[in-house]
Every structure is written in C-alpha cells, then in structure tokens.
T-cell receptor, first 112, second 112 residues
Framework: KNEVEQSPQNLTAQEGEFITINCSYS?????LHWLQQHPGGGIVSLFM???GKKKHGRLIATINIQEKHSSLHITASHPRDSAVYIC??????????????FGKGTHLIIQP | DAGVIQSPRHEVTEMGQEVTLRCKPI?????LFWYRQTMMRGLELLIY????????DSGMPEDRFSAKMPNASFSTLKIQPSEPRDSAVYFC??????????FGDGTRLSIL
C-alpha cells in the first residue's frame, strides 16, 4: 500500500466547475505539500501546510491531521488549470528539511 | 532571483556510459534533494543533503548511482555504468527548513 494515496487519478471537467482533489496518507507527517506539474514537466509548489487551511487566488488547500486527509480545491476552474496535481508529505519532524514522499498524481483536464 | 538550475536538460547516451547530472541550488538554501520521475513509479526521492552532508540515500537504487555535494552551490548525481532502466526525468530541488521545495526544470535522461 502506498503511503500517500490520491483520488481521483484522472479528472475531466468543464470550465467554471469547482474541482476537488483528495489526498490520504498513512504515516505521521510534519507537513503536506501540493505540487503542480504542467505538460512541459516543471514542478511548482502550490501549498505547504501542517494544519488548517490555506488559500491562494482560486486555490484552497485544507488538511485534517486527525483523519490524515487533505483536499485541494480549485474554484472557477479554467483551461490553464489543466495539469497534474501531486500530493507529497514530509515525514521527519526533528527539525531541518527532509525528502518528500509523493502520491501518484491527479491528471486534471479543464475543457473550455 | 535564479531558481534551481539543472544541466543538461536532455541527455541521450548509450548503455554502459557514465552519466553526470548537475544541480545548482538557490543561493541560501541549505537542503538539496535529488528525485527521479518515471511513468511506472512516479516521483521518488533518491538522496538528500543538509548543509552539504548526505542525510538519507536509501532511495538510491544501486551502487551504480552516486551523489556528491562538494559545496553549498553545486551537486552532482552520477550513474556508472548506465542502463536503459535508468531512463527517467531527474529533478533537483532545494529549500531551507520548514519552507516549500523549489524544483529545477529536470534532466530528461534516455539510455539506449
């Protein structure tokens, strides 16, 4: 069983729809990350969170530590949001950075 | 501000050859990570350094892989000898403690 599970694997929606991508993890974490990877291949960090909720523009990320679950929401989706969204976690909490464990990603397509 | 710089962007070589991938982290970042991305396995951590010291190399697949960080501004990942199954996109990322990771554009490696 993977330590980080994402759903759905693939999602196609119409422009303007509200999008939700889910991430569940089975290990103790110090932080959870949402990353975006465009077809060109570059990876960009969207959010890093360890509790509660963060918002940036039309993107919202939430995390429930007790339930080991996080969601990424996109409001008023647009074709330029089409990308692979990847959930990843830091498992070490002793101070200092540590490597990420990744989910398999959610391939999102927003049709005009 | 320059991001994480990786070179080369693309590498095509024959099986058995030595391959060297290079990474320059963001100035001031004290943690550096090497990741590999394949269709089958997704993104995986290979090795990471804190303050130029290797912390966790448990993701390095075999003795054919080695990584060094001789100073705070440069790291290499070497594969010798290379095999077709090493074909992947290799990402370098850097960060400071409790901050999101910044990814380079990756090196697309093809071993024929």
């Amino acid at each position: 069983k993977n330590e980080v599970e994402q759903s759905p694997q693939n999602l196609t929606a119409q422009e303007g729809e509200f999008i939700t991508i889910n991430c569940s993890y089975s290990v103790g974490i110090s932080a959870l990350h949402w990353l975006q990877q465009h077809p060109g291949g570059g990876i960009v960090s969207l959010f890093m969170l360890s509790s509660g909720k963060k918002k940036h523009g039309r993107l919202i990320a939430t995390i429930n530590i007790q339930e080991k679950h996080s969601s990424l929401h996109i409001t008023a989706s647009h074709p330029r949001d089409s990308a692979v969204y990847i959930c990843a976690v830091n498992t070490y909490s002793g101070g200092g950075a540590d490597g990420l464990t990744f989910g398999k990603g959610t391939h999102l397509i927003i049709q005009p | 501000d320059a991001g994480v710089i990786q070179s080369p962007r693309h590498e095509v070589t024959e099986m058995g050859q030595e391959v060297t991938l290079r990474c320059k982290p963001i100035s001031g970042h004290n943690s550096l990570f090497w990741y590999r991305q394949t269709m089958m396995r997704g993104l995986e951590l290979l090795i990471y350094f804190n303050n130029n010291v290797p912390i966790d190399d448990s993701g390095m697949p075999e003795d054919r892989f080695s990584a060094k960080m001789p100073n705070a501004s440069f790291s290499t990942l070497k594969i010798q000898p290379s095999e077709p199954r090493d074909s992947a996109v290799y990402f370098c990322a850097s960060t400071t403690s409790y901050q999101p990771q910044h990814f380079g554009d990756g090196t697309r490696l093809s071993i024929l």
